[in-house]
């Protein structure tokens, strides 16, 4: 019975000896969406304020950047 409870013991510490690390940072990278600072802040900003219109008209200017320029040699 005694060498029972000793076994317990020494298995409770050496768990919790393993499972318990202070170190808690995991390494986590956020993924970048390809957007810009201003597009990701109007994911949370309303629909009429002023982060949802900068991002808007930023997505307005690259698209209106990828537009093929007419007369140009197609590829």
């Given at each position: 019975?005694r060498?029972?409870?000793a076994?317990?013991a020494?298995?409770?510490?050496?768990?919790?000896a393993t499972g318990?690390?202070?170190?808690?940072?995991?390494g986590y990278q956020p993924?970048?969406?390809?957007?810009?600072p201003?597009?990701?802040?109007?994911?949370?900003?309303?629909?009429?304020?002023?982060?949802?219109?900068?991002?808007?008209?930023?997505?307005?200017?690259?698209i209106?950047?990828r537009?093929p320029?007419?007369?140009a040699?197609?590829?």
């Amino acid at each position: 019975m005694r060498t029972w409870m000793a076994l317990a013991a020494l298995s409770l510490v050496a768990l919790a000896a393993t499972g318990c690390d202070t170190n808690l940072v995991t390494g986590y990278q956020p993924r970048r969406l390809g957007d810009s600072p201003a597009q990701r802040r109007a994911y949370y900003a309303g629909k009429y304020s002023p982060q949802a219109h900068a991002a808007e008209s930023e997505k307005a200017d690259e698209i209106r950047s990828r537009r093929p320029v007419s007369g140009a040699a197609p590829y």
